[in-house]
Structure formats: C-alpha cells, structure tokens
C-alpha cells in the first residue's frame, strides 16, 4: 500500500471530520476535492478531472464513487475499503448513479454537506448533483470544512514541508546558475524541474513563472519563450513539491547591473516581508499580515505597483493550483495558528519604469517567531 501516513493518523484525522459533521448537525459531506481525498485517505490521483466524489457519513462510513480507471489506485493509495464504479457511456449521469449508490445512508431530509468549490465539481456536473439530490436532501456548500483541518500540519504533514523547503532551495540555486545572457527562459525551467524530480519531489500543482525583459511584468505562465539579455530583469517564481505538499520560493534576479531605482524596490521588498514575518504568530489574522505588507510598500511609494494579495497557505495541492486555503488579503479574519504553513510574497510590477522586483518565502507558524523554510539570503540576485 503506497501510503505516506501512518493509517492511525488518517484515522485520526476522519474523526476529528465527523465530529466537526455532528457538531454543524451534517448527515455527511460529499467531497469532491482531491486534496481532501488525500488528506483523510491517501488517495492519490489525477483522476479527479472526471467525476468522482468520496461520501464520508456523520457514521465515520465512507464510500468512493469513481471510474474503472481509478478502482486500483484507490485500493492501492489510500484506506477506503468500499469503492463503487460509475461506468463511461453516452448519456451517462454519475451524480444519479452516486444518489442511488448511497441509498439509505442518505434519509430523507437530511443536511448534506458538498465541496462545491472543486476543480472536479463543474458547474454541469453541480447543477447534476443538484437535480440528483436536491428533492429530498437539502445539500449546504461545506467547501472549506476539510481546508480549516488541513491548514494546520500534523508533524508528520511538516516534515514533508521541511523537505520540500530543501528541494526548492537547491532548485532555486540550480536555477540561478543558468540565469545568464543568451540563455532562455525555459533553461531556467528546465533546471528548476529537473532539480525538483530528481531530488524526489513531485511536479508542482501550477505552472511556473519565469519571464525576463517585459516578461518579468507577467506573474503568471504564459506560453513562448525569451532570452535573457546582456542587461535584463529575470522574475521567477516556482514550488517544490514532496508528497504532494508545497514550498514556494519567489525572487527577481538582475543581469548587468543594478539600478538605484531596483536597489530601492529591492530594499521595500525586504522591509515589507520583515513587517508581515512579525506578524506571522498566533494572535493575528491573515489580513493583519496584508496590512503589514500594504503598509510598508505604500509608505515607500509602491502602492500602484503592488497587488491586492500578498500569500496565501500551502500544503496538500492538485492541479490547476498549489494555492491553498486561506488567502492573505484586506480584512481576511481567518486566525494564525501554529503548524499553518503560509507563503508571503512581496510583488512590485510596475508599468510606469517597465521594472519587476518580487521577494518571497514559505514560513511555518509557531507560537513565537515563524520558521523560516528557506536558507537563501535577501541578497539581491545579481549577475555581473
């Protein structure tokens, strides 16, 4: 069995959901999303591109509606014991299928809970769960209810996170290694990947960014490659990935020389991030570290060129993205606490120079200051 916690732990961890279920007066949840798959299970897949749903009963029962192609890699990946098949074929309805292969662990009346924010649970396949359920089951969006577990790491959860701390590190050094006029922005890629995949880590849940010249304006993938020039800014951002959890890493490396005007966002950048890792403890929220970051980059005369989020938390991700709940924005309530895993970035693109400079890192919370993923320095990234 390919599983990468001890099944007490999963165990553990399916109670502490019931209870949760019981206490908001849940019947159930229907989960869609794979992260929370694997988080409770094991189960491991890229199936969830197609229906599929894991129902986990108030009971503690639990059944996994999938495809043929997904029946093995469950009972080869995680600890559900009942898998049940929906069979490929036109005009086929698998969320009807899931209704009556529930049958009577569902009563009439009952409150379900659903992941209705999942890549897997399209708005078709949403409006089929609906007319599948809805006459007699009253169905309650619990979409964060598997998150607000998962965002707090067990300490096994945080040994693979100090791992992939250490990959994306030598990744990030193998990276500026081949960050040099003439080169392309896909050696880059292609040294970050490989670094990743050869030090036993798994391919991230997104794409990376990589752009130089007017690329390193874009903070997202985006397809056809440049090269980098004799005097150029290089933005980078990546995450390792071990066992599926994440460690991102962020940083704008210049080639040539460096401008007084780059020197200066470069120090904001680090000033801003000190302000939010001070802030990064037990006692304060997510949007007091937006508030920390905002403060500082305003003050210094960013405010048009930073964005209106700063982080987010990292863990157990799947494709399209290793963004986990919650993000760092203004007024985000949600409570630090220890064992949460958050990723600050500091992000200056600014349209009116045509200049990019980024800094950020993946922290741990304790109940005093954070724990820093990284052993990179803040020095600025410089190739001469």
Not at 214 to 234: E, M, P, S
Not at 269 to 295: K, M, Q, T, V
Not at 360 to 380: K, Q
Request: glycine share 8%.
């Amino acid at each position: 069995m390919a599983l990468h916690f001890d099944p007490a732990e999963l165990l553990a961890r399916i109670a502490h959901v019931t209870d949760r279920l019981r206490a908001e007066c849940l019947d159930g949840i229907l989960l869609f999303r794979q992260e929370s798959m694997y988080w409770l299970t094991g189960y491991d897949t890229a199936g969830y591109s197609q229906f599929q749903c894991l129902w986990l009963g108030a009971d503690g029962g639990m059944l996994l509606l999938t495809r043929s192609s997904d029946v093995r890699q469950a009972k080869i990946t995680s600890i559900i014991e009942d898998v049940r098949l929906w069979i490929d074929a036109a005009g086929a309805n698998p969320a009807a299928t899931l209704r009556e292969t529930l049958g009577g662990r569902i009563r009439p009346g009952a409150r379900i809970g659903v992941e209705f924010a999942s890549v897997t649970l399209n708005a078709q396949r949403g409006r089929m769960l609906q007319a599948a359920f809805a006459p007699d089951v009253e169905l309650i969006d619990a979409s964060t209810l598997i998150a607000s577990f998962a965002v707090v790491k067990s300490p096994a959860e945080l040994a693979y996170v100090r791992e992939a701390g250490r990959i994306a590190d030598e990744a990030w050094r193998q990276a500026f290694a081949a960050c040099r006029p003439g080169n392309s922005e896909s050696d880059i890629l292609a040294e970050i990947y490989a670094t990743v995949i050869r030090s036993g880590g798994d391919p991230a849940a997104g794409r990376f960014v990589c752009g130089a010249g007017d690329n390193a304006l874009l903070c997202r993938y985006f397809t056809g490659k440049g090269r980098i020039g004799a005097t150029d800014q290089v933005n980078i951002e990546f995450a390792a990935a071990y066992r599926h959890y994440h460690v991102a890493l962020m940083r704008t490396a210049l080639i040539g020389a460096a401008t007084p005007t780059q020197r200066r966002m470069h120090e904001a950048n680090i000033e801003a991030l000190a302000a939010c890792r001070d802030r990064l403890r037990p006692g304060h929220s997510y949007g007091d570290l937006f508030d920390a970051h905002a403060s500082v980059l305003d003050r210094r005369g960013y405010k048009h060129a930073r964005l209106n989020a700063c982080g987010y938390s990292l863990g157990v991700s799947y494709p399209p993205t290793w963004m986990e709940w919650p993000m760092i924005y203004a007024g985000n309530p949600v409570a630090l606490e220890p064992g949460m895993v958050v990723f600050m970035h500091m992000i200056l693109l600014d349209s009116e120079t045509n200049l990019a400079m980024c800094l950020g890192e993946t922290f741990v919370v304790t109940e005093g200051a954070p724990e820093r993923l990284s052993t990179l320095d803040h020095d600025l990234p410089l190739v001469v």
